[in-house]
């Protein structure tokens, strides 16, 4: 069991454009939802920490404006990059945690290219 | 200086031998400890997960932490080939539930 689930894998999008990213707990409620950016060779960042039915926190210097989070569900959370531009490709990993465990269990992560 | 401090390699041991990874913090007030796998373009795995000081095992996989040295590890004995990929080692303050804070990352490669 849980398994987290994220869409899609990769996505190569142009300059200006919004891309969203899913992230799905497959098998089980996930009551909170992290998103992690990742450079390459560089260890995993927190952009935002996400509870089901309520505004998403994030961390400093991260623009709440521009990384939209929506955890809608309590399977299901939303990543809205906005007006893409080149400096955000990244990989863009959510992770998923469910009351009463003490574990993160984390997606395969999101490729992100801006072109 | 970074909250959490760990060589970033690259680690290239022969198969078989034993592999120490080590990460250093400066908050005294973590109090979860965690060491994950990453393969190359994907998602961190969770290996161990330990609670305050101690030492815990798992098959081929032994944690450490010093919470007195600030300092933990991760002992691989017998490493095969398919152990390498990035280790990460990573805390908390409440819970592995709660934010974590990551290393750097090890890049270990296992020769056979």
């Known amino acids: 069991g849980a398994v987290v689930s994220q869409h899609p894998s990769w996505v190569i999008c142009k300059s200006g454009t919004s891309v969203k990213i899913e992230c799905r707990s497959l098998d089980f409620q996930a009551t909170t939802m992290f998103w992690y950016r990742q450079f390459p060779k560089q260890s995993l960042m927190l952009m935002a920490t996400s509870n089901e039915g309520s505004k998403a926190t994030y961390e400093q210097g991260v623009e709440k404006d521009k990384f939209l989070i929506n955890h809608a569900s309590l399977t299901l959370s939303t990543l809205t990059v906005t007006s893409a531009h080149p400096e955000d490709s990244s990989f863009y990993i959510c992770?998923?945690?469910?009351?009463?465990?003490?574990?993160?269990?984390f997606g395969p992560g999101t490729r992100l290219l801006v072109l | 200086q970074k909250e959490v401090e760990q060589d970033p390699g690259p680690l290239s041991v022969p198969e078989g031998a034993i592999v120490s990874l080590n990460c250093t913090y400066s908050n005294s007030a973590f109090q979860y400890f965690m060491w994950y796998r990453q393969y190359s373009r994907k998602g961190p795995e969770l290996l161990m997960y330990t609670y305050s000081s101690g030492n815990k095992e798992d098959g081929r996989f032994t944690a450490q932490v010093d919470k007195s040295s600030k300092y933990i590890s991760l002992f691989i004995r017998d490493s095969q080939p398919s152990d390498s990929a990035t280790y990460l080692c990573?805390?908390?303050?409440?819970?592995?539930?709660?934010?974590?804070?990551f290393g750097s990352g090890t890049r270990l490669s296992i020769r056979p």
């Open positions: 990573a805390m908390s303050l409440t819970s592995s539930a709660s934010k974590i804070i």
């Open positions: 992770s998923a945690s469910r009351r009463g465990t003490e574990t993160q269990y």
